[in-house]
C-alpha cells in the first residue's frame, strides 16, 4: 500500500465499524496481530491491548506501542497464536487469497478481515480478485464469517465506496449479545446503535451474497 495509506482514509466510517467492533470481540485480549495492512496506525486506537504486533512484507507499522515485523505473512510462525488478528483490506491483493485466509485462521480463534465489497473489476489496478461479494470470502476460508456487515461511506462513489468487514470466531460458541455488552463496557469505549445509516447488517445465517 502507498505511504499515508491510513493518513488519508483515517475519517472513513469504515474505521469507525472497525474501531468498535474490536473494541467488542477483542476485549478481553491480551495479544493482537494485524497482516498486511502496512500503514496500521488505527492500532494504537487498541491500547487496552498490550501486546501488539504487525506483520508486513514491505512496511510493517511500529511505533513505541507496536512492535513491526517485516516478514512474509506466509512464511510467519509465531511462537503461540495471538488472542486476535485483523486483515484489512488486503486478500483482494493477494493471488492465492483461499491460502492466505486459512494462514489467518492459524494465527487466532478469532480473526476480522475486510475487503472491497462488489467493486467492479479492473477499478483498482491493484486488486486480483475483484468483484468480491459474501460468496468469494466466503470459499477462501472455507466457511460463511460467523458476523458480517457492509459499510458504506457517505458522498462518495458507490461503485468504490463499500467495503465488507466480517468476523470469523473459532473459538468454541459465538457468545451472545448480551456477553458482548458486558465485554464493551470493560474497555471503556462507546457503544453505537448498530445498523446506523451507511451500513447494512448481515448475520450469517440470513447473509445473501451481492444484496
Not at 494485524?34 to 507499522?61: K, L
Amino acid at each position: 500500500m502507498a505511504k499515508g495509506y491510513f493518513s488519508r482514509r483515517r475519517d472513513f466510517l469504515y474505521y469507525r465499524y472497525i474501531e468498535q467492533i474490536v473494541s467488542v470481540l477483542a476485549s478481553d485480549a491480551r495479544s493482537y496481530l494485524d497482516v498486511g495492512s502496512s500503514d496500521a496506525e488505527y492500532i494504537e486506537s487498541f491500547r487496552w491491548i498490550p501486546v501488539r504486533h504487525t506483520v508486513d512484507i514491505r512496511r510493517p507499522y511500529s511505533s513505541p506501542n507496536v512492535v513491526g515485523i517485516k516478514q512474509d505473512f506466509f512464511t510467519f510462525q509465531p511462537d503461540a497464536k495471538y488472542d486476535f488478528v485483523s486483515c484489512f483490506q488486503v486478500l483482494e491483493h493477494i493471488p492465492d487469497a483461499a491460502a492466505f485466509a486459512q494462514h489467518l485462521t492459524q494465527m487466532a480463534d478469532r480473526v476480522l478481515v475486510s475487503v472491497p465489497f462488489l467493486w467492479p473489476e479492473g477499478s483498482n489496478r491493484h486488486h486480483v480478485h475483484d468483484p468480491v461479494d459474501l460468496e468469494k470470502l466466503s470459499g477462501w476460508f472455507g466457511r460463511a464469517p460467523d458476523y458480517s456487515i457492509v459499510v458504506e461511506e457517505p458522498l462518495r462513489n458507490p461503485a468504490k465506496g463499500r467495503r465488507l468487514i466480517a468476523y470469523y470466531h473459532n473459538a468454541g460458541e459465538m457468545p451472545s449479545y448480551a456477553d458482548l455488552r458486558r465485554n464493551q463496557r470493560k474497555t471503556g469505549r462507546g457503544w453505537r446503535k448498530a445498523g446506523q445509516a451507511g451500513a447494512r447488517e448481515r448475520p450469517a445465517a440470513a447473509a445473501k451474497t451481492g444484496t
